[in-house]
């Protein structure tokens, strides 16, 4: 894992728009945004029982995988949404990026790869896209019903009781 500033520089969404500004996990936690190395899938199975998921799933992002429909696919993901459900996603192989949004509304971007499990919370706005290798292979968790249905971003969606109370939650920066 690696978290940096993102650039807002133009060009193609999988290139690595790093700011050379990094962010640390400790911002990242504040952000509500948890990030664990597991290389014993026991511990994986742990951590959802913990917190009551019941379900998983295997995705693989790949032109391989998807055909024609991945870079749509992969412009979808991208939409900024928000969940009224935590996201857990557990990188099993190939690389990726989470970006979230900061309390002050900009990018940071979450470079994952296997191993790597990262926690967004219900509320927050953020995107996801594959890298320039275009290959991603991740475990979806999810509870019995999932809300997964992303919820882009909009007024109505700003005004949504998960989203706000995401804002409370989240502790404001001096
Ligand atoms: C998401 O939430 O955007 C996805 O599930 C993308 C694939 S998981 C790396
Ligand atoms: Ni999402």
New binding site residues.
């Given amino acids: 894992m690696r978290a940096y500033w993102f650039d807002n520089q133009p060009g193609d969404q999988r290139e690595l728009h790093d700011s050379g500004r990094a962010v640390d996990p400790a911002y990242l936690s504040n952000l509500g945004v948890l990030y664990y190395h597991i290389s014993d899938e026991k511990d994986v199975d742990k951590l959802a029982a913990e917190r009551s998921y019941k379900n998983r799933d295997l995705?693989t992002?790949s032109p391989e995988k998807m055909g024609a429909v991945y870079e749509e696919k992969v412009k979808s993901?991208f939409h900024e949404h928000l969940h009224e459900d935590e996201?857990i996603?557990y990188?099993r192989d190939g690389t990726?990026f989470f970006d979230v949004r900061s309390e002050g509304d900009e990018w940071v971007r979450i470079y994952l790869e296997k191993d790597d499990l990262i926690i967004l919370p219900a509320g927050i706005y953020h995107?996801?896209t594959t890298d320039s290798k275009n290959y991603?292979m991740?475990t979806?968790l999810f509870k019995e019903e999932p809300k997964?249905t992303?919820l882009n971003r909009g007024p109505e969606v700003d005004v949504n009781p998960f989203r706000k109370e995401y804002l409370q939650s989240r502790t404001p920066v001096a």
């Fill in positions: 995705i992002v993901f996201e996603r990188i990726g995107r996801f991603i991740a979806r997964w992303p």
